[in-house]
């Protein structure tokens, strides 16, 4: 090995992502599944197709998944947590606006063990009073402790503006709310959705007979309801009229900003190119809004953008802080790069550097698929192929070119789309 002599600098090639592959359970529920069975570990995510849009109750849905872990038959919630502690597998319960997910992640010998565990969990949990208090009011604390920052105040402000006040993306709570809700509610949103027939299974990591016959076992004999699955569309976004808001918050050191718009859906063919665009308007630290308005003007520690997918559209969100005194000047600074980038062509070298940092950025990704079932359950849920989504991502990654861009940020790049919510001192 030569020290002296610098290794040379290669062009990486594409990493061929494993196969999806798709199983029934004896009951017909799906199983869908990411295989590396050279691991000796296995993610196990339950999706159930229902979430916000289906309470009857502000916190109805977040709150049932939340009291899961806290008593199940045959478990308290401390027997539970020892449980899960002595075999070494993780816990995560999460609701957004049409499902919820509860993930186990476990050594494989362990599956036999932990999914009738899991079973117990989702299926029959015995939502204690006391725990149910203590979990309500600790939601009631993490709100009112984030209602004091002005990025959380803004973005929720943001959602309102660019989906519309009654949109499902843009219903929040208040502290008040966990007042009105009770057990009874979590009770009847559990027996309404958590059903057999409404759940499916995102699978990473060791999937071989054996993985699958535990799951069969523990899932494969529930016996389905007549009950109805719950159509889940998307509501079309009704964007306010105004295209400012602010949010007054005395005693900020500084005002956060939030823009965004609605635009296409992840299905929609130039979805890819119009990420890398976004990429490169503010997507990572060398980035056009990076460069101006932190590097060159110093309004900023950090600014980003980002293309945030739902199931029928998606929004560019652009977010930041800033002193007081800067706030109008970093909004026509992110105005102007936008204008930048509508009226000129990516420069070669800078787009062939936003192209090898973004390959990296998906080797890096794809070699930890173990860990990307949660984002091929929204693939799935949201009919996109991912057996050929990262393909078409690393083919947009290097064969879009300057002019390309320029046609795409002349159809969705458009300013006057944009709503802009400060949160702060005026």
């Known amino acids: 090995m030569n020290a002296i002599k610098p290794p040379i600098i290669q062009e990486p090639g594409f990493f061929q992502f494993p196969d999806y592959q798709d199983y029934r359970l004896d009951n017909g529920i799906v199983v869908h599944c990411i295989p590396f069975n050279s691991l000796d570990y296995t993610n196990v995510l339950l999706s159930v197709k229902a979430g916000t849009q ?52 476990s050594v494989s010998r362990h599956l036999p063990k932990m999914l009738p565990l899991l079973n117990s969990i989702v299926f029959h949990p015995t939502f204690p009073e006391r725990e149910f208090g203590i979990t309500r009011e600790i939601g009631r604390q993490n709100l009112i402790h984030s209602m004091q920052e002005v990025s959380f105040l803004a973005n929720r402000q943001l959602k309102t503006m660019m989906f519309g006040e009654e949109h499902i993306y843009s219903k929040s709570a208040s502290p008040d709310d966990y007042d009105q809700i009770v057990l009874a509610d979590l009770v009847d949103y559990h027996k309404s959705y958590y059903l057999p027939e409404n759940i499916e299974f995102f699978v990473s990591g060791c999937f071989s007979d054996k993985e699958f016959n535990a799951l069969n076992e523990s899932f494969g004999k529930l016996q389905c309801t007549n009950n109805a699955v719950p159509d889940l569309a998307e509501p079309a976004p009704e964007t306010v ?24 859906a992840q299905q929609h063919p130039d ?43 998606s929004t560019i969100v652009i977010s930041s802080q800033t002193a007081v005194e800067h706030t109008d000047a970093l909004i026509a600074e992110v105005y102007k790069e936008m204008e930048r980038l509508i009226n000129e062509p990516v420069p070669e070298e800078e787009l062939e550097m936003v192209k090898s940092y973004y390959s990296g950025m998906y080797l890096q990704q794809v070699s930890k698929g173990i860990d990307l079932v949660s984002d091929y359950r929204v693939k799935a849920l949201n009919k996109i192929d991912a057996k050929t989504y990262y393909s078409q991502w690393w083919n947009v990654l290097h064969s879009t070119t300057a002019d390309e861009l320029l046609q795409i940020a002349k159809k969705y790049l458009k300013p006057e789309a944009f709503r802009v919510s400060v949160a702060g001192k005026r």
Request: proline share 0%.
């Open 241 to 264: 009229a105004d295209v400012r808001r602010f949010c007054e918050k005395e005693g900020c050191l500084q005002n956060a900003v939030s823009m965004g718009c609605v635009s296409i």
């Open 54 to 105: 289906c309470q009857s109750k502000l916190l109805q849905a977040s709150s049932t998944s939340r009291m899961l872990r806290e008593g199940c038959v045959g478990f308290t919630s401390e027997e539970l947590a020892e449980e899960l502690d002595y075999y070494g597998t993780s816990y995560h319960a999460a609701t957004s606006a049409l499902s919820t997910e509860v993930m186990i992640s």
């Open 271 to 313: 979805f890819l190119k119009l990420k890398l665009l976004v990429s490169i308007l503010g997507g990572f630290f060398g980035s056009r809004l990076m460069s101006n308005i932190r590097e060159d003007k110093g309004y900023t520690y950090g600014i980003y953008a980002q293309l945030v997918a739902y199931s029928n559209m």
